[in-house]
């Protein structure tokens, strides 16, 4: 048998007593994959980015892991929960307009203390003032450096359209502007390098293309490290006591946490390691996040028919943000059809031995997304399902 059948065998015992749809979290895998971000981090702690989790009991669980320390939250409003939650460390990883949420953080001293803005425009400042409910709360205060690489005078562009601050001279005016103006505490800076930390440089197939993404990651990581270094030192130079200067991601952790400019790494998409991670020459995961969806139909020889599926991901549309049939091994879409949202026929040999009701196991493509379609995760180790917890959504959650 191989290791993949093993593990088909283990959740369809593990999960016998549940009808699919099904959402698990392998806790071997997930524990082993934090272990294996904090040998890459070589001592510097992993903040974790919630929105590649999305599951509050699962946040707690790597929190408790030695080498972890603090979120890394995608909406403010997820922020405040949260930090009302108990969390007492939430980096908000993008400018928000949520005045609400913005009126409830100026408001509450526990709130102010725990989360910290993104901001990267005084306009952002002015947003905050705004909707102030209480004068005297110090609102805490990130700045975000862009990390694309640039060349050709800027004509070509690699990375995403983040942050408009590039040099250690905007940065620094910034940092002064945020410093002299009441209600704001500058505390930390971030630099998310997605085109390293996001983008696979072994793809499947594409020996030219992989060559080329190391080539581009390599010249993105030299590039970005002097600059970085260059921007902490100018905004040290302001605001000498940062609190912490945070950087990387899942696939560029060990790179990031080489320069000496860097406190702490975010990470979170390596936990549950999705296909969209699975290319790296850097490091290997284990598939600790997966869905099942039940065999409904046999429309022929070769081919089953499951219901639903059709959970596609965001960014760039592309076959590769589509779930990927994943156990009894050999199964594939149909071209004609891809991954519907009420059935999804899937062809090959190992259809024929699919019975009615079966489940066929699935990877998602982009970690926490998977949980916007599930109200729980069910834990399994080994061959049982050792608890069910909520998702964001089956807390009545949904930030975006």
């Given at each position: 048998?191989?290791?993949?059948?093993?593990?088909?065998?283990?959740?369809?015992?593990?999960?016998?007593?549940?009808?699919?749809?099904?959402?698990i979290?392998?806790?071997?895998?997930?524990?082993?994959?934090?272990?294996?971000?904090?040998?890459?981090?070589?001592?510097?702690?992993?903040?974790?980015?919630?929105?590649?989790?999305?599951?509050?009991?699962?946040?707690?669980?790597?929190?408790?892991?030695?080498?972890?320390?603090?979120?890394?939250?995608?909406?403010?409003?997820?922020?405040?929960?949260?930090?009302?939650?108990?969390?007492?460390?939430?980096?908000?990883?993008?400018?928000?307009?949520?005045?609400?949420?913005?009126?409830?953080?100026?408001?509450?001293?526990?709130?102010a203390?725990?989360?910290?803005?993104?901001?990267?425009?005084?306009?952002?400042?002015?947003?905050?003032?705004?909707?102030?409910?209480?004068?005297?709360?110090?609102v805490?205060?990130?700045?975000?450096?862009?990390?694309?690489?640039?060349?050709?005078?800027?004509?070509?562009?690699?990375?995403?359209?983040?942050?408009?601050?590039?040099?250690?001279?905007?940065?620094?005016?910034?940092?002064?502007?945020?410093?002299?103006?009441?209600?704001?505490?500058?505390?930390?800076?971030?630099?998310?390098e997605?085109?390293?930390?996001?983008?696979?440089?072994?793809?499947?197939?594409?020996?030219?293309?992989?060559?080329?993404?190391?080539?581009?990651?390599?010249?993105?990581?030299?590039e970005?490290?002097?600059?970085?270094?260059?921007?902490?030192?100018?905004v040290?130079?302001?605001?000498p006591?940062?609190?912490?200067?945070?950087?990387?991601?899942?696939?560029?952790?060990?790179?990031?946490?080489?320069?000496?400019?860097?406190?702490?790494?975010?990470?979170?998409?390596?936990?549950?390691?999705?296909?969209?991670?699975?290319?790296?020459?850097?490091?290997?995961?284990?598939?600790?996040?997966?869905?099942?969806?039940?065999?409904?139909?046999?429309?022929?020889?070769?081919?089953v028919?499951?219901?639903?599926?059709?959970?596609?991901?965001?960014?760039?549309?592309?076959?590769?943000?589509?779930?990927?049939?994943?156990?009894?091994?050999?199964?594939?879409?149909?071209p004609?059809?891809?991954?519907?949202?009420?059935?999804?026929?899937l062809?090959?040999?190992?259809?024929?031995?699919?019975?009615?009701?079966?489940?066929?196991?699935?990877?998602?493509?982009?970690?926490?997304?998977?949980?916007?379609?599930?109200?729980?995760?069910?834990?399994?180790?080994?061959?049982?399902?050792?608890?069910?917890?909520?998702?964001?959504?089956?807390?009545?959650?949904?930030?975006?």
């Amino acid at each position: 048998m191989t290791p993949r059948a093993a593990d088909r065998a283990r959740y369809d015992r593990a999960t016998a007593h549940l009808d699919a749809p099904v959402a698990i979290v392998d806790l071997e895998a997930f524990d082993a994959n934090a272990d294996d971000l904090v040998r890459r981090a070589a001592g510097k702690p992993i903040r974790v980015a919630s929105k590649s989790v999305r599951c509050r009991a699962l946040l707690d669980r790597v929190l408790a892991r030695p080498g972890f320390a603090g979120l890394m939250s995608f909406t403010l409003a997820e922020s405040v929960w949260l930090a009302r939650a108990g969390f007492e460390d939430v980096l908000l990883a993008y400018p928000s307009a949520d005045r609400a949420s913005f009126a409830e953080l100026t408001s509450d001293p526990k709130l102010a203390g725990a989360i910290t803005v993104m901001v990267d425009d005084p306009a952002q400042l002015d947003l905050v003032d705004r909707a102030r409910e209480r004068d005297g709360l110090e609102v805490r205060v990130c700045l975000e450096l862009d990390t694309s690489l640039q060349l050709l005078g800027g004509r070509v562009r690699v990375g995403a359209r983040r942050s408009p601050l590039r040099s250690p001279a905007q940065l620094a005016e910034l940092a002064r502007s945020v410093d002299r103006r009441p209600g704001f505490r500058l505390v930390g800076l971030m630099a998310y390098e997605g085109h390293v930390a996001g983008v696979g440089d072994a793809v499947a197939g594409s020996p030219l293309r992989s060559r080329a993404i190391r080539l581009m990651q390599a010249a993105a990581r030299k590039e970005l490290a002097a600059r970085r270094a260059e921007v902490v030192r100018a905004v040290r130079a302001v605001v000498p006591d940062l609190e912490f200067v945070n950087g990387g991601g899942t696939g560029s952790v060990q790179h990031t946490a080489a320069e000496a400019a860097v406190t702490e790494i975010a990470a979170g998409s390596g936990l549950y390691v999705p296909r969209l991670f699975d290319n790296y020459t850097s490091f290997s995961g284990r598939p600790a996040a997966l869905f099942a969806q039940p065999m409904v139909r046999r429309p022929g020889v070769g081919v089953v028919t499951v219901l639903g599926g059709g959970y596609p991901a965001s960014g760039a549309p592309g076959a590769d943000r589509l779930p990927v049939p994943y156990l009894p091994e050999g199964l594939r879409y149909d071209p004609q059809e891809g991954a519907g949202e009420v059935q999804t026929p899937l062809l090959g040999s190992a259809a024929d031995d699919l019975l009615i009701g079966d489940k066929v196991w699935f990877r998602h493509a982009k970690a926490g997304e998977l949980c916007e379609r599930f109200e729980e995760l069910q834990l399994v180790e080994g061959d049982r399902v050792t608890a069910t917890v909520p998702t964001y959504r089956g807390e009545g959650r949904t930030f975006l």
